[in-house]
């Protein structure tokens, strides 16, 4: 196969700068040569290859848009092309990124003391640290704001009980950053590994995202310092605030992992041969391909756009509500017709598009479904709120 250069058809990377492109070449490679290598076996296993998270640390990719405390301090685009390549990758290689740099890490960054932060991002950056952020109850997904996790004040501190679903990197994760409902509203809290009364239970039968370590959390008046608060958390917009960077991050992530299927659906279908010519001859063959090559182009403007509002402080979050939905939509739309195009032979892992599609069914799901999100953009449009009817 042809080797990897992206699908880029309206010349939108000739627009990068020195900067975004230098971060793009060094995680492409770090995805082909050392993330590659491992991701099949790992996915049919369900288990993350912990020894790359050290790499993503030296690459500058933990906390990247952050400015001090041993990050990056990368731009919003650097950032966007950043996690493009690592889903190209793999879906749960950006979402390990994803959860540690744009939830935990933000969260601390935003909302903790300065004593906080300087505990624990220069850790964290390091990737001697590993951050989960849990806002998601089984019973209470879409509407967060419902929750049932409750932080009680005591003589010495907070008591911590309820219970979180679907939490990426629990298992691994030396503190959480777990958002509970208080006397005083929703605040956040840091909860470290290892605390009397909590309970980590993997889920292990995911049909997606197999290789992202997900995980059920309970706690049972678990004892917390004062200082485990997050200061500066007030209510559920405190975490809609680190959702933001997420959001935006998966933007642009799911076009690496549409680009992947396309990119081998493409040199598939220029080889295969069926009656007497290449697929890749035939007009519906080349409308889907034409559709699918323009759908992801747009779907690159949206991210770059976003990104670029927020470099100049004009980004709202309606514009990152437009980009993840429409996105993650066009991607899975993308890889479902891949899979198509690749014949049976779609369904071996001998290819990457099948895997990519069943990622990003979760993709489309988590941080807000496309519901969702088109429910936002229709609040924000009409100045009419549909989310209870
Ligand atoms: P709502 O009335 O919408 O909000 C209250 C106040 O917050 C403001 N606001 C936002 N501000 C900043 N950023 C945002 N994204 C904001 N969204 C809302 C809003 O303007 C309002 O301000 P004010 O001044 O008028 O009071 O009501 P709500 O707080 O109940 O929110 C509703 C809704 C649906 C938008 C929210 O609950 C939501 O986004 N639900 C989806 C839940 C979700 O996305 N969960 C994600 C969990 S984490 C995860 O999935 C990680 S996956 C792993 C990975 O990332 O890789
Ligand atoms: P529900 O909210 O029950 O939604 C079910 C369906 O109903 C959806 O189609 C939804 O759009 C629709 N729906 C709901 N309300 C309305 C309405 N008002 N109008 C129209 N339709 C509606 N969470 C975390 O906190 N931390 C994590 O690290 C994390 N990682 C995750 C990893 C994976 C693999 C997955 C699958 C999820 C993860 N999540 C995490 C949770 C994720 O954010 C939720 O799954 C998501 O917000 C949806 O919630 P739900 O699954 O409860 O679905």
Not at 127 to 135: D, K, P
Not at 195 to 211: A, D, Y
Not at 264 to 292: C, H, N, W
Not at 307 to 319: C, F, I, Q
């Amino acid at each position: 196969m042809e080797a990897y250069r992206g699908i880029d058809l309206l010349g939108i990377e000739a627009e990068l700068t020195d900067e975004e492109r230098q971060v793009r070449d060094a995680v492409r490679e770090f995805v082909e040569r050392e993330a590659l290598p491992l991701i099949p076996q790992h996915f049919r296993e369900g288990t993350f290859p912990m020894e790359l998270a050290a790499r993503m640390a030296e690459l500058g990719l933990f906390g990247a848009h952050i400015e001090g405390y041993g990050c990056a301090g990368l731009g919003p685009v650097a950032y966007g092309v950043a996690m493009r390549e690592l889903e190209r990758g793999d879906s749960a290689l950006r979402s390990f990124c994803s959860v540690q740099s744009s939830l935990a890490m933000t969260a601390v960054w935003l909302h903790g003391s300065e004593e906080q932060r300087q505990h624990w991002l220069p850790r964290m950056a390091a990737g001697e640290a590993i951050g989960a952020f849990a806002l998601t109850e089984a019973e209470h997904g879409s509407d967060p704001s419902r929750m049932e996790t409750r932080a009680e004040r005591t003589a010495s501190g907070w008591r911590l009980s309820g219970g979180k679903f679907w939490i990426t990197n629990a298992s691994v994760a030396a503190l959480m950053v777990v958002w509970a409902a208080t006397a005083e509203g929703i605040r956040g809290f840091i909860v470290e590994d290892g605390l009397p009364g909590v309970r980590v239970e993997p889920i292990h039968n995911k049909l997606s995202l197999r290789m992202s370590l997900t995980g059920a959390v309970g706690f049972d008046g678990v004892e917390l310092a004062e200082d485990a608060l997050l200061p500066g958390t007030k209510g559920l917009v405190s975490a809609l605030e680190c959702l933001n960077h997420a959001r935006l991050g998966i933007a642009w992530g799911v076009t690496g992992a549409a680009a992947a299927c396309l990119h081998e659906t493409l040199e598939y279908a220029k080889g295969r041969v069926q009656f007497s010519r290449p697929i890749a001859a035939y007009q519906l063959v080349q409308a889907k391909l034409a559709d699918m090559h323009t759908q992801l182009a747009a779907a690159q403007l949206l991210a770059l756009q976003a990104s670029r509002n927020k470099a100049t402080g004009r980004l709202h979050y309606s514009h990152i509500s437009a980009a993840k939905h429409h996105n993650a939509q066009t991607a899975l739309d993308i890889a479902r017709t891949c899979r198509d195009l690749l014949g049976g032979a779609g369904v071996l892992d001998d290819f990457a598009t099948m895997r990519h599609m069943v990622n990003l069914e979760a993709v489309n799901t988590y941080e807000g479904t496309r519901h969702m999100h088109q429910l936002i953009l229709g609040r924000h449009i009409t100045g009419i709120s549909a989310f209870d009817g």
